[in-house]
T-cell receptor
Framework: GAGVSQSPSNKVTEKGKDVELRCDPI?????LYWYRQSLGQGLEFLIY????????KSGLPSDRFSAERTGGSVSTLTIQRTQQEDSAVYLC????????????FGQGTRLTVV | RKEVEQDPGPFNVPEGATVAFNCTYS??????FFWYRQDCRKEPKLLMS???SGNEDGRFTAQLNRASQYISLLIRDSKLSDSATYLC??????????????FGAGTRLAVHP
């Protein structure tokens, strides 16, 4: 497809389980971002990938969160031992690196931890 | 202090009103600036980039003041369809993250008949 694709669109999981969220960015976009948005709140930066450079992980809230980007394309965000406070919409965005460029968002994964 | 701060809102205005949103950022090394719009339960989408000389797109005008580290968005002749949350976005605001996009918490606008 032409846009950023995220899956699943909704995920309900039990507290303590691990979850994997997937992001398929726009082809050719070298920058990929993960954000988290809790209900009624702003976007919280989690992690940023740029080409083959080391990712900026400064926003990951704990060591239960990790992300990888294979082959410079698809990215997976993994949350281990999920907690209720992890419930949020997880948004992925991609952009072309250079210049004053737009970031395109996927529709997000709504994660509910029960 | 937050890296990107916005008016708390919400702004409730009648159709046809002019409304202005303000935003400040903390890192003077920030490189690029944007306004995004987010509709309820939807993903954010770019409204407009913000250029140093100021720029206009129809009813929307964006201004940047690098010396004051201040960004603004002016919406003229508000329409019902302008109701949304407006997000101020700064690129390169984070420590060591020169291409990282940092979002403000957003200002909610509600335009009523």
């Amino acid at each position: 497809g032409a846009g950023v694709s995220q899956s699943p669109s909704n995920k309900v999981t039990e507290k303590g389980k691990d979850v994997e969220l997937r992001c398929d960015p726009i082809s050719g976009h070298t920058a990929l971002y993960w954000y988290r948005q809790s209900l009624g709140q702003g976007l919280e930066f989690l992690i940023y990938f740029q080409g083959n450079s080391a990712p900026d992980k400064s926003g990951l809230p704990s060591d239960r969160f990790s992300a990888e980007r294979t082959g410079g394309s698809v990215s997976t965000l993994t949350i281990q031992r999920t907690q209720q406070e992890d419930s949020a919409v997880y948004l992925c965005a991609s952009s072309v690196r250079q210049g004053n460029t737009e970031a395109f968002f996927g529709q997000g994964t709504r994660l509910t931890v029960v | 202090r937050k890296e990107v701060e916005q008016d708390p809102g919400p702004f409730n205005v009648p159709e046809g009103a002019t409304v202005a949103f303000n935003c400040t950022y903390s890192n003077s090394a920030s490189q690029s600036f944007f306004w995004y719009r987010q509709d309820c339960r939807k993903e954010p989408k770019l409204l407009m980039s913000v250029y140093s000389s100021g720029n206009e797109d129809g009813r929307f005008t964006a201004q940047l003041n690098r010396a004051s580290q201040y960004i603004s968005l002016l919406i003229r002749d508000s329409k019902l369809s302008d109701s949304a949350t407006y997000l101020c976005v700064v690129k390169g605001a984070g420590a060591g993250g020169y291409n990282k996009l940092i979002f403000g918490a957003g200002t909610r606008l509600a335009v009523h008949p």
